[in-house]
């Protein structure tokens, strides 16, 4: 058993090379809060929510009522707690607070770490061996010609069930004002994608310009990466 000692939170921001646009609005950069939990033993546990704003909460009152508590009887708590709807901002911004969540990825984090595992083990002890893990897919494929991969994934047997070994990263596109301002030139950032990196599977945002722009970017793409 072990106790939190302390629970720290920053807020940080991505910002990204070009801004890009979707539905309710301009995206600069990638804002969200970092957090630390520490136990009395020294072992630290990092975790992430998805607002800036949830690193003053964590920095106050709500992250002192975590201290002196055990770990799991926390880890418990949170982890069936309602998450409280998105706020839709008149500034086309989308806002989640939910700064428990940040807590109870860190308290995973340390419970992996004090068991000696690695985090997807750890959450694979108690996996049905034959359960068959879900695994998501767009729909835009780099080449026809490629082998489609399957929807789910048979996970192996034994007493540690991976829920997943890799991590599938997706290329993504999307209108970036001064850079991709049409389908066509869309469709060349992906085909290019495909040829610098080998990029297979493709997602990005609609809903920006009228729907017949969206088909015709869908279709220029096609056109472009097959």
């Known amino acids: 058993m072990s106790r939190i000692a302390r ?21 600069p950069g990638i804002s969200r809060t970092i957090v630390r939990v520490t136990t009395e033993d020294g072992v630290h546990g990092l975790g992430e929510s998805a607002s800036p704003l949830d690193a003053a909460e964590l920095g106050g009152e709500l992250g002192q009522a ?3 508590r055990d770990t799991d009887e926390v880890r418990a708590e949170l982890e069936p707690a309602e998450i409280a709807p998105p706020e839709h901002r008149t500034d086309a911004k989308v806002l989640i607070r939910n700064p428990r969540a940040g807590v109870e990825i860190a308290l995973w984090d340390i419970a992996a770490r004090e068991a000696g595992l690695p985090l997807h083990a750890f959450l694979a002890q108690d996996r049905d061996p034959l359960a068959r893990i879900p695994v998501a897919r767009t ?11 399957p929807s789910f994934r048979s ?13 599938e990263f997706t290329e993504y596109f999307a209108y970036r ?5 049409s389908p066509a030139e869309i469709a060349a950032y992906c085909a290019r994608m495909v040829e ?13 310009h009228p729907v017949d722009e969206d088909v015709r970017l869908v279709r220029e793409i096609r056109a472009a990466i097959g």
């Open 7 to 27: 629970v720290e939170a920053w807020p940080a921001n991505a910002p990204l090379e070009a801004p890009y646009l979707m539905a309710p609005g301009t995206v």
């Open 66 to 68: 975590f201290v002196g």
């Open 139 to 149: 729909s835009l494929k780099a080449s026809a010609s490629r082998p489609r991969r």
């Open 155 to 167: 996970a192996p047997t034994g007493s540690e069930v991976p829920c997943r070994t890799q991590v």
């Open 177 to 181: 004002p001064g850079r991709e301002d």
């Open 196 to 208: 610098e990196h080998d990029s297979p599977v493709f997602e990005g945002k609609v809903a920006v």
